[in-house]
């Protein structure tokens, strides 16, 4: 978790649609309040920083679970609805993080997918060969999208990015050097259909946002 950043330099850094909300109303008792406040930080972040078209505010839409902390995001998104905005907002924000933490591993993982899923790796867009610092970077991306271009590519884009994802941790557990009751292999199976089921459900809140239904 960062260091809290000095007031000198908060009072220079611009602000960002939604930024309020999440840290004012972040852990709020009453479940209907917390859930409208999720509700309304989410439109407010990717529908202001959007109209805003400022370099800067993208890349704190880019970096904001990294800057106020994951916990903070959580607290208020955690719990939505997963075809929700603040849902989706949620697992790209998880996505980001868990991607920068673990780069090689993930590097690895796409590298095997990619050899099976050849058009979802089109989609995805992660730049050739998928090494630490590539599929780092096509997560960045795909948070510059919530703020710039197609939201509804955007959020396929990230599907697409998990399905390989998926692909490739299924092969590792099947691999001959983990045995069928090695928990390791079972760990990567059951994470591998959590990365499919994310797939899914980005993709259900993109036809969502096509549709005009998510405001």
């Known amino acids: 978790m960062p260091e809290p950043v000095p007031p000198s330099r908060r009072h220079h850094r611009p602000a960002l649609p939604g930024d309020q909300a999440i840290v004012s109303l972040a852990g709020g008792v009453d479940p209907s309040a917390v859930q409208e406040a999720a509700h ?11 109209s805003a078209q400022d370099a800067e505010v993208t890349r704190r839409v880019v970096r904001l679970a990294q800057d ?13 609805p997963a ?13 980001r993080t868990w991607v920068h933490r673990q780069p090689v591993a993930v590097s690895r993982q796409y590298a095997e997918g990619r050899r099976h899923a050849p058009v979802l790796e089109v ?13 780092a970077s096509v997560v960045d991306a795909v948070l510059t999208g919530v703020a710039e271009g ?11 990015f998990c399905r390989v994802l998926a692909i490739g941790r299924a092969h590792h557990a099947d691999s001959s050097w983990i ?24 993709e259900h809140v993109a036809v969502r946002w096509r549709a005009g239904e998510l405001g």
């Open 123 to 135: 989609v995805a867009g992660v730049a050739d060969p998928p090494g630490p610092q590539e599929v």
């Open 68 to 80: 106020e902390g994951l916990e903070v995001i959580a607290d208020l998104w955690a719990d939505a």
């Open 179 to 202: 045995a069928p009751e090695d928990d390791a292999g079972a760990a990567l199976t059951r994470s591998a259909a959590r990365l499919v089921r994310t797939a899914e459900q980005l």
């Open 40 to 50: 309304a930080a989410a439109s407010a972040l990717v529908h202001g920083a959007r």
């Open 83 to 95: 075809d929700s905005l603040a849902g989706a907002l949620w697992r790209l924000y998880v996505l």
């Open 150 to 160: 197609d939201f509804a590519v955007t959020l396929e884009r990230a599907a697409a």
